[in-house]
């Protein structure tokens, strides 16, 4: 993999040979391995190099992009020269302000650790060996992945911009299950850290075998609304969802995000805040100090105390809104969509001490560990979504969990719903998201009050 | 044929690759695939060239199968140099993996396959002018905004992909195939004064307006043509009523008996997620084996065939990534679930041939089971939508998916479309919004009383199905016409 100064000096080169006036390169350099195991088995193991550079071309507001897996210099100049043709056939962009010159001062948060970058395949395996064996001793069929990837990325402008960036992840996610692929008991575990030698594996194989074991001999709840506890992952992917649909500028300009026309605004709960924090210093930080466009990021309060603060911006939307860009061009992807939205959206945490302290103020409801296929794109403006509950979902009665349920379908508002949150556990884990550029969210355990289900799943189907 | 990315395979590399990979005594297959995409991804929202951007990605791929499994090594590089080192690599990775292997995988032995493929084209989009291309989206763009409020945003897009690839095995086979995607199609959104937003796209939801074959697809699609309808609907939407709650006829129009497919039928009949092997993204299936030739999926007249072969569908290849034919298969014959979609591995597990659908992301991702065109054989007795229309006393015709959500075993599934229509004797008697219907999908499938005939198939192609870890996205196909099903349940997806 080419380290992040090698590739800021081959954009440089190559922003120098090309000789355009106005010009931006963002190249991004990332190897994976990954390890990918199911029904007990290491079935897929891989070592994935995924190179990528995005360059853009302008005349005057006339702006083109052109894209390349190799990330040699000739190949990085032929992409500027491909893209300086085609921009001289496009429409202007309004508010097109040029790139990003040398701009401010970066913040440095931990990022790298050279034992995941340096991880090799005996290693991953070595890693995985307790792990699939404790499942398989628990009588259970083990799933799941370890991945150790290390990334570089830089971006660099005829403006004189110039970043350069390393980091790693290493993740690690497991299942426990009653059967390999027909549905049953299953529990989750998994972490996130950016030194594999600090994964949690030993525990969080024993939190899915022990939540597996638990979820055996389910009963049928009937639809209707429930106080739920929703652990990390559930709630995670809620957020993710609203990442998607609430915070970005595109849905501010065109009125589906629940935020546009509301800054200022109470949209949710008192007490719930959301934050954009990709220069979190924790072990919950993953992101890259700088956007796509090269501008630093910062943190970005996005809702506060359930008031509607601000959305995220590239530099062209931001100049449109006539506000400055927040640094949430999200790094290209192999389509080169232009994406913004956030890279290290964070709930805040609340009070309780524990998960079992939230279980303990429900007097009948569900504890549910995790999610499964959420859609936010029902009412956008409502932030309503559905999904169905996955890998643990548990009765609670009298402020205890007394058995398994089979899994529901939800219907709700998650705006509606966080306003209705009267409780959050102090601990927050970092939970990985689809996005690009190792986006996370950073959430607590929460407790909603009646969370609408209206459905039940894995009703088994009937032979003839 | 003409391409503007550089598509030549490194005919020495993939020759020293697999010399290397044979020299190997506990090498039972190995694999060398080239590809190269080539992308351009053009986007006009609001008059503004939103994406104007053409992308290339080549490299190999290596997957080795040692004495008891899988190794995948992949490079950007394409001298010997690199690519005899993707086979080193892929090897290790195989051997090292191996140590934790209970049993070596099932992977019998197949004739060499040798050929080529290419799409058929007869306009090439790439040889198309750039601002011909972004005068077709900015024609409809500038027509929808016209309308004024409480019209909002118009969106037109156009995106091509050309993909070449070549395979070679240690089996002998030795297959070329040249790919020609393309996508089309627009969205307006209202937002009215309380606020509320509505969408309305075309020719459907974005990302399944996907086709193989050139620019002359574009003709026929003629954004112009719709502009006045989508607009005077993403309207109306705005003061439409809500979906009464209940249990109702429903009828679907075909892109959603597409999704319809996709989700409950394409899925659920992949033999990996059913032998457990996906569950680190979107879970198993409830199409367990045991189930193959006995479980009454659907209705008697509900025939789903996986078909390889459809001409210009976004699942029509000449061979898969192992080297497996092209063919079309029955996956529900009269209503009963008889075969899936599956590899050479998964297959062997159930002492069957492999169907063919192994495909892969690009350079650097495995080979996946991934949908190849799966449809719905249009209805034996005919007849067209209006035709169903009238024969429907009293239900609801849902255009144009909206949401979509499925459990992980693929048996309850809710979806909401863009619009929906009260049918009253045959009339459209008034549009409802926020429409959704769910269902639990043998039981769904098995309510399918009327599908309308030849005349109303159409095939549709989803441009973003995604499956694996780390995610793959893959082109797919679903044929389809309009149907009716019996006794769903209905709501609005708006008034939780």
Known sequence: MIGADDLLALCKEALAEAGEAEAEICAVSRHRGFARFAVGELGQHMDIDEPLAAVRVAHGARVAEAGTSRLDRASLVRALRDAAEAARLVPETEGFPGFAGAGDALASPPRFESRTAHATAEERVAILAPAMGAIRAAGLVSAGALETTARAIAVATTRGCARAHEGTVASFKVWALETAGAGGAAGYGGHMHRDVTKLAVAEETERAVRVARLSCDPIALEAGTYDVVLEPPAIGELLEWLSMIAFGAPEMENGTSPLAGRIGERITGAGISLTEDPVDTSDLGFAAPFDREGTARRRVALVEDGVARAALYDRTYAARARTASTGSAMAPDASLAATIGPSALQLGGGDAASVDELVSGIERGLYVCRLHYVNGLLDPRRAVMTGLTRDGCFLVQKGRITRAVGNLRFTDSLLEGLARCDGRTRARSAVPTWGSDGATCAVPAVRLRDWRFNGKSQERAKLD | ?496
Not at chain 2, 39 to 51: K, T, Y
Not at chain 2, 119 to 124: F, G, R
Not at chain 2, 202 to 210: A, E, L, N, R, S
């Open chain 2, 1 to 496: 044929m003409a391409s503007p990315f550089e598509s030549e395979a490194p005919e020495a590399a993939l020759r020293a690759g697999l010399e290397r990979a044979k020299r190997e005594r506990d090498v039972r297959y190995a694999e060398i695939r080239f590809v190269a995409d080539g992308m351009e991804r053009l986007r006009v929202r609001d008059l503004r060239p939103e994406q104007v951007t053409r992308t290339a990605s080549r490299g190999v791929a290596v997957r080795v199968l040692g004495d008891k499994t899988w190794g995948f090594s992949c490079t950007p590089g394409l001298d010997e140099e690199s690519v005899v080192g993707a086979v080193v690599r892929a090897l290790a990775i195989a051997r090292a993996s191996g140590s934790l292997a209970t049993r070596p995988v099932p992977f019998p032995p197949r004739p060499a396959s040798r050929g080529s493929y290419t799409s058929p084209v007869a306009i090439d989009p790439f040889a198309i002018p750039l601002e011909q291309k972004l005068a077709v989206l900015d024609a409809p763009v500038r027509a929808l905004l016209g309308k004024g409020k409480p019209l909002r945003s118009a969106e037109a897009w156009m995106d091509w992909t050309r993909t070449h690839k070549r395979l070679l095995t240690t089996e002998g086979t030795d297959v070329t195939q040249t790919f020609t995607y393309g996508a089309h199609g627009m969205q307006a959104i209202a937002v009215g004064d309380d606020g509320a937003t509505q969408r309305r796209s075309f020719p459907t939801w974005q990302g399944g307006d996907g086709f193989q074959g050139g620019y002359e697809r574009v003709a026929g699609i003629d954004l112009l043509s719709q502009v006045d309808r989508v607009a005077a609907e993403v309207v109306a939407l705005l003061s439409a009523e809500p979906m009464p709650a209940g249990t109702r006829d429903v009828l679907l129009e075909s892109s959603q008996v597409g999704l319809q497919i996709h989700e409950s039928c394409g899925h659920p009949t992949e033999l990996d997620r059913a032998l457990g092997t996906e569950i680190s993204l979107a879970g198993g299936s409830f199409l367990q084996p045991e189930l193959l030739g006995k479980l009454r999926y659907g209705a008697p007249i509900v025939d789903l065939v996986a078909d390889s072969t459809s001409p210009g569908g976004m699942g029509t290849f000449g061979w898969d990534d192992e080297g497996v034919p092209a063919g079309k298969r029955h996956l529900v014959r009269e209503g009963s679930f008889v075969d899936y979609l599956s590899s050479r591995e998964t297959a062997a597990a159930l002492g069957r041939p492999s169907t063919g659908t192994m495909r892969a992301d690009g350079w650097n991702r495995t080979p996946l089971i991934r949908m190849v065109n799966v449809s719905l054989e249009p209805g034996a007795a005919g007849g067209t939508l209006d035709a169903l229309l009238n024969d429907t006393a009293d239900g609801v015709l849902f255009e144009t998916d909206k949401s979509w959500s499925i459990d992980d075993v693929r048996l309850n599934f809710q979806f909401t479309c863009e619009v929906a229509w009260e049918i009253r004797h045959g009339k459209r008697v008034r549009m409802l919004r926020d429409a959704l219907y769910t269902g639990i999908t043998p039981r769904f499938w098995r309510s399918c009383d009327a599908i309308c005939g030849p005349e109303e198939w159409r095939l549709w192609g989803v441009t973003t199905c995604g499956k694996g870890d780390p995610m793959q996205t893959m082109q797919v196909g679903h044929g389809a016409a309009p149907a009716r099903f019996r006794g769903v349940t209905v709501g609005s997806g708006g008034a939780a």
